[in-house]
């Protein structure tokens, strides 16, 4: 395992690894999908995210995490590696729809997000097919 971040009150990797998120803009803890507080952060959309620039380029790799969308916009990103240009990607929201933007082209329409709503979301990729995955 690369990184494990459960967000119980932080943003710390729990593996040995080392590589904790560094919280901008006005994201906060908030209560998570099983109602515990602190166990999860809120973006408002005005320069909010996590970063790492601890995590290595990889050939293969699955992320996974939940998300609650409070609203709909364009290219909403939940999480980006799109500074890999060769195997970088975007999980995000563009209008209705869960994406995942793929750097070397593609889109994976996953399906009609549920607002305030939580819901899986995974995506693997090995080294040259890209799943994504979903369920509510």
Do not use: C
């Not at 119980?8 to 507080?37: E, I, M």
């Not at 293969?60 to 709909?72: D, E, G, Q, R, V």
């Amino acid at each position: 395992m690369v990184a494990y971040y459960p967000f119980n009150g932080n943003a710390k990797d729990l593996t040995s690894n080392g590589r904790d998120f560094t919280v901008y803009g006005d994201t906060t803890l908030t209560d998570g999908k099983d109602n515990s507080s602190n166990s999860a952060y809120y973006f408002d959309g005005d320069g909010d995210y996590l970063e790492t620039a601890n995590i290595p380029s990889f050939d293969n790799y699955t992320i996974s995490l939940w998300a609650k969308p409070a609203s709909s916009g364009t290219y909403e990103a939940m999480f980006s590696s799109y500074n890999d240009s060769g195997s970088g990607f975007q999980i995000d929201l563009n209008g209705s729809n869960f994406h995942i933007r793929k750097s070397s082209g593609g889109n994976i329409v996953l399906s009609t997000a549920q607002l305030d709503a939580w819901t899986f979301i995974a995506f693997t990729y090995d080294g040259t097919n890209s799943i994504g995955y979903i369920n509510r």
